[in-house]
């Protein structure tokens, strides 16, 4: 997503009174990142918890011990609960979560390399889109990053 499609994002987010926040582990704050990037996006976006570890996807996200035990800190169910975690946290409208393996290790039969759970939630709605993406660690982390922002916008805009 290039800086202007950033704008756009934001330009939404401010048009409808809406305030943005983001759960991160496997872009490690490159969501935050490219948020702040543009001036004024501090109007609408409230801060990224980068959850990297299980342990705080449990403390800063509220997510389920069990959660993680039955599923793993990459699923579906995770990603679900880490950005119901994210509106708690900030009190945002809209909250993007994303979970994954960037690689190059960590990956299991099950779980390949480039596996991510991306969620966006307005609230207690909440969509979950699994995606493989292939490349690189730093490829991988980008093309997640962008893809949570897409979805963001397009929940903004009422398009999921």
Known sequence: ???????????????????????????????GCMMTSVPGSSDVFLGSAVTYSNDSKEKILKVSHQTLLDHGAVSEETAREMVLGSVEAYGSDIAVAVTGIAGPGGATDVKPVGLVYIAVADGPRVVVTKNNFT??????????????????????EGRL
């Open 1 to 31: 997503m290039p800086r202007s499609e950033i704008t756009e994002l934001i330009d939404v987010l401010r048009s409808k009174g809406l305030r943005m926040s983001a759960a991160e582990s496997c872009t490690g704050g490159m969501i």
């Open 135 to 156: 490349g690189d660690r730093r490829s991988v982390r980008e093309q997640t990053a962008l893809e949570a922002l897409r979805l963001a916008k397009d929940m903004a």
